[in-house]
């Protein structure tokens, strides 16, 4: 490397400048033919430019999902009232997200703090498009991360009653009025009344690739059994544990000389991956849900 | 496992019928405000259902490309005529694909065989929309392979005069039709009047992480860098030596226990897989190229 | 690209001189203290050097196992005989595995031939220290492919008599005298007394990132679950159906848009993986098992 | 789920009993016959057990290299003074590792604060077998990021004079009295006689796949190349620019749809990746150096 090298720095290294964001239409609907050019239309005499535009029809379920980013300049307000006319209302659902708006994520942890720990970081360091408005825990060993990034720590203990601390965890959580809830290895498993309150608004870490090992210590039970790789599943939560549409799953190799806690430290890695990468996708309106099973345009 | 499953066989494991396969409509345009909306208007005026599609709009060059599938039953002929009409052809290119056909594919190959058997053993096991029509090589050691699967091989070896040698390649290749032409590791670089006469229609699979190790000898290159990875990559043939549109890449681990031939050795893995991938891509229509990028609608 | 690159060609690319390979040793004790100075030192008095070593202790089974490569040049009858001695042979499992033998292979397959397919082409190509002796098969769909690399074919189907499959099966297995026995997609389930026969000796791949999706359609059921990945398992063969020790696992991403053939389709690529890697790790005896793990010294 | 799962909490999930650590031998020397036995024969006599052992040889150069796992309860005082004696000492380089050491890390960075970031988490998490002693850049980014975690932030910014710069830089890092020194991100390329002085001691982490895209900008060039996916290398920093031996590598899939924006947010995460590994692999005493390339017993 020459002198010229030496002397430079890389301080404007891959700095760019922001393109600025489109604004996003989803569309989730029965399946009918003509339905992509209705929208399309729509779009174009509101003179809205499409830039990106994912579409996918499950013919088994004849369910259609469309996702569509529009270049910023389109006349939002007619594209609304065109889409909202009596017929469009009647045959179905669409929404048009503001790329401005920032979600208000609520975060839920027990004692393994990782993944909370990484979205916080992410979310202080501009990567996402979201903001962390609070932690509800069951234990206290998260304080000392939400005073970190100042945010509001509530503590929700158990007790006797199982069904007042459920109550008193929905009500914290009720409270900062929350887009999305993520469960960051939150350790109670939540009554049905409470998940489908929050139905897919509502994202899970499992450190396994689920269907294996569903509940309770799978890394201690893939290791039991030898795996070679381990890994872990985000998904919606539903009132069945372990059981809701998949969002995000990943894995990573493991080998014999790891003991429990090595296979534990590198689940660590998958979870947080596929944790944020929901989380991702769920803030960038990247997903939609057929019946239990998720579209994902990315 | 009870005795249920020792009687059982697996037979109709995993056996599936086959969903009718769509046809593909692929379009390439300066991007225009209302695109999708007149190729979605002339698609449901067809009677045809689109069940996927992808677009994209790259904005710094302003070029529209989508790939969109439409279930069986549409009128292909009206379609056809519709975006024949004079309005349709002065703004954008498209092409309708018979899901029926089956692209003429020739190899190209030299001595390393891997990446021709495994072609070879696809589309012989029909895990491909295509077939090979034949293989040309400088050198005699694909003929067995070609025999085996009885295929012609056309021997077009080297003499005194390289541009003769090219002319008869270029009249063996073009002897057998061919709608892909892949270059399954041959060795002698094209001239350009060949390259260009196959633009988008040559696929070469360089064994590298282009643009690392450009050129000869790659493996042992980055066998004495010390890499942790080596990889590989599938392209559009261009004048310009390993520097064409890229449709794959993958890379695999090196370890330090690694000799040079273990590095080839793992190298030839994942030069088949992109070299696959890459023609997949290729013959279900789902690459586009904008300058010297590929769109990969998949 | 300049005129010497045109004129160049690559024949001699990454072609490399062979290393002599090394002997390998290898050991299974109960681990006691002072056992690598025991091999070490036997070793040196042969005159052996060694150039790679791999050792493990369980900790928790106290089981020692060790794979030891020594450069050519060594007096492996001295090493043969020291081994022997008295004290040794009562502590410890060991064996010499000469680099020159090729490992006899016995193929059984059923209607899929994706694994099979890949393995003879690579045998063929020499990528693998073993050379196929024949295919074993309940369906004749495998006949045209060993056919094509001129091997015995057996065809054992299936009749009234289960048990008297099992015993054909066995018999013409038995006749190849094979070292290691795979199983390619072979869909009948073996009985306990033929699984025990060839203890560690068969591989088995399973289409599904076992303990996920034990048994038959893995592929329809990960399509209903929503998974994201679909992954392939090889397997030592026991009694217990799917559940023998785990040589090696690997998983692939599946899209919503992929239909259940699509998900077939992807997860054969994990399986060829899986199963060639297997195959590679038993026949450079980098393999030892552990109760129901394996040891990978890789 | 039954109802003894709603009653459940998983506070107990996957908590083990750590194992006690073993003490870590390492040795760098010329090959020669009989070395493993030394070691081994000098770690049985001081009551050693070996419960891991890599070594190899590189045939090339002659270096022997090996990490030694020995349980806890040996002698090491006798050891050492067994590796200490006339002979040992005349033939090999060796260090014994206290298992309850923790390496003292000193964190350069400049304005992308991610690495930095994600290694301050993963200690305060317990992830990583070191502390961080504090950070020093030549930027004021990092400074909220040293006093969340309560470090010293040593602030030595570029004036008119580069070689005073590099004299501070040194002296603030050099006060810390660093077991390793990380550079996070940290985009001044240092002096020779400071990269000699923390040899195999400074890690640096460059964002691209190496050799690929070696120096300013690798993203944006990487954009520009239409490549499917991006990479990050780890390595120990040397006078060469970019050009160390390698520790670790990875890449990351990217796509047409993603700007400049996106290929660096993905990319960040393969740094992270890289990044700490890297540290874990150096803080274990899993790395050793041969020339310009590295020896990982992982």
């Given at each position: 490397m020459g002198a010229c090298q030496r002397v430079?720095?890389?301080?404007?290294?891959?700095v760019v400048t922001s393109h600025p964001r489109p604004t996003v239409l989803t569309v989730d609907a029965s399946d009918r033919p003509g339905l992509v050019a209705l929208l399309a239309s729509a779009i174009a005499e509101a003179n809205g430019n499409i830039v990106d535009l994912g579409q996918h029809t499950d013919v088994d379920s004849a369910r259609f999902a469309a996702r569509i980013e529009i270049a910023p300049g389109a006349d939002l307000d007619r594209l609304k009232e065109q889409l909202s006319s009596e017929t469009a209302v009647a045959s179905f659902a669409w929404a048009l997200h503001d790329p401005a708006h920032r979600q208000r994520i609520v975060v839920a942890c027990s004692r393994q703090l990782h993944c909370a720990s990484d979205l916080l970081a992410r979310i202080d360091l501009g990567e996402l498009q979201g903001e962390v408005v609070g932690l509800v825990s069951d234990q206290l060993d998260g304080e000392a991360l939400a005073n970190r990034y100042g945010l509001p720590f509530s503590y929700v203990p158990v007790g006797d009653d199982r069904e007042d601390q459920e109550q008193r965890f929905a009500a914290a959580v009720e409270a900062m009025r929350p887009d999305l809830v993520v469960l960051a290895r939150y350790m109670r498993i939540l009554p049905a009344w409470l998940t489908n309150k929050y139905e897919h608004a509502m994202i899970n870490v499992h450190?396994?690739?689920?269907?294996?090992?569903?509940?309770?210590n799978p890394y201690r039970r893939a290791f039991e059994r030898g795996v070679k790789m381990v890994g872990a599943t985000a998904h919606y939560v539903t009132a069945e544990l372990d059981a809701g549409p998949i969002i995000a799953q990943d894995v990573t190799r493991v080998t014999h000389g790891d003991t429990v806690e090595d296979v534990v430290r590198r689940g660590a890695d998958i979870e947080r991956a596929v944790f944020i990468r929901a989380i991702r996708l769920h803030t960038e309106h990247r997903i939609q849900v057929f019946g239990n099973k998720t579209c994902i345009f990315d």
């Open positions: 430079c720095n890389f301080d404007q290294d891959d450190h396994s690739f689920l269907p294996a090992f569903v509940g309770a």
